[in-house]
């Protein structure tokens, strides 16, 4: 495995890790559908949260959340629209992105963005 992607599967373990210590319960981890996928799929208390995860080594150009545009968002939004057809157990659902920087030898920096986006609705 190409080390870009081990370094953002260990974004995608943090991430789940702060999630649960904030009582979300975890339900799915890089669920696909078709060629789309989510990094996490959650539960929080009656809300259905669907959670990108963006990690770097830094935040010199861009914050990573910054990296999840209007093309990444319709993909996701896709992908819930099929996982809500799957699972009809929810009524409210909403997208978060958590951004982590993760510098060397210093601790990583965790942004939870909650309802960081809204369908249909252009940020």
Not at 4 to 16: A, L, P, V, Y
Not at 84 to 103: A, G
Not at 104 to 120: D, L, M, Q, V
């Amino acid at each position: 495995m190409a080390s870009h992607i081990d370094f953002g599967k260990k974004g995608e373990q943090m991430s789940r890790q702060f999630l649960e210590s904030k009582g979300y319960a975890i339900l799915k981890e890089n669920w696909r559908f078709q060629h789309k996928e989510v990094d996490l799929i959650c539960k929080d208390e009656n809300t259905l949260v669907f959670v990108e995860v963006k990690t770097r080594s830094g935040d010199y150009f861009q914050k990573p959340y910054e990296a999840v545009e209007t093309k990444k968002q319709k993909l996701l939004i896709e992908a819930a629209e099929a996982f809500i057809l799957e699972f009809k157990d929810f009524t409210e659902i909403r997208f978060d992105i958590i951004s982590i920087v993760q510098k060397p030898n210093a601790s990583a920096e965790i942004e939870h963005i909650i309802n960081a986006f809204t369908p249909g609705l252009e940020n």
